[in-house]
């Protein structure tokens, strides 16, 4: 476990986990993680796991965007075209973006566990940026 307390008073390792927890209730864990990176200058684990988190919100929110945008796009176009096909590959489109989201859900998962016991997990590519960025 990590010792220590983070600016707002917390154990270090409570503190990075609610950077995770926290976005499973109304975004509360990105508006956590953003205080953490603004108030605490000086503990590594929970810096790293706030902008973890942050980044693998961002990463969320920008693939689901995307997908929307793609998948109005191949639908519209079936449309037009009067083909059911383009309605298909709409559908799979979001197929791919739910599988995607759930690989998303289980790494904040695992990250939180990770967290708790006081451990830097670097997600694969998000991980790196944050640790770069929290230092």
């Given at each position: ?34 205080v ?8 590594k ?24 945008i ?22 799979l ?41 929290s230092?």
């Amino acid at each position: 476990m990590s010792a220590g307390k983070t600016a707002l008073g917390l154990d270090n390792n409570i503190g990075a986990l609610i950077c995770y927890v926290g976005n499973v209730v109304c975004a509360l864990g990105l508006i956590y993680s953003i205080v953490v990176l603004v108030t605490d200058k000086t503990n590594k684990l929970p810096r790293f796991h706030a902008m973890q988190s942050i980044l693998l919100t961002a990463t969320s929110i920008v693939l689901y965007i995307a997908a929307v945008i793609v998948s109005m796009v191949i639908f519209a176009i079936g449309a037009a075209l009067n083909s059911s096909l383009f309605g298909i590959l709409s559908m799979l489109v979001y197929l791919v973006v739910l599988v995607i989201g759930i690989g998303l859900f289980v790494f904040m998962v695992i990250s939180a566990i990770k967290a708790f016991q006081g451990e830097v997990y670097k997600i694969p590519v998000i991980g790196n940026f944050a640790d770069k960025f929290s230092n």
